[in-house]
C-alpha cells in the first residue's frame, strides 16, 4: 500500500461519515460535503492503485 491509497481510503471513510451525518441531521450541505469528500477520496485512492500496478509491473521486468 502507498501513501495515495490510505490517504483516499480515509478520505472517503470521512466523507461517508459526514454524508450520513448530513443526512441525519437534514443538512444538505454537509450531505453534499461529504459526498464530494467520498468520490475525491475515491479518485485519491484509485490513482494510489494504479501507481501500485505501474510499481509492480516494473518490478517485474
Request: aromatic share 0%.
Amino acid at each position: 500500500m502507498n501513501t495515495d491509497q490510505i490517504k483516499g481510503a480515509v478520505k472517503e471513510a470521512a466523507g461517508k461519515v459526514q454524508s450520513k451525518t448530513g443526512e441525519i441531521i437534514g443538512s444538505p450541505e454537509q450531505e453534499a460535503k461529504g459526498l464530494v469528500n467520498q468520490a475525491e477520496g475515491n479518485a485519491q485512492k484509485n490513482v494510489g492503485n494504479a501507481k501500485e500496478v505501474v510499481k509492480d509491473g516494473i518490478d517485474k521486468l
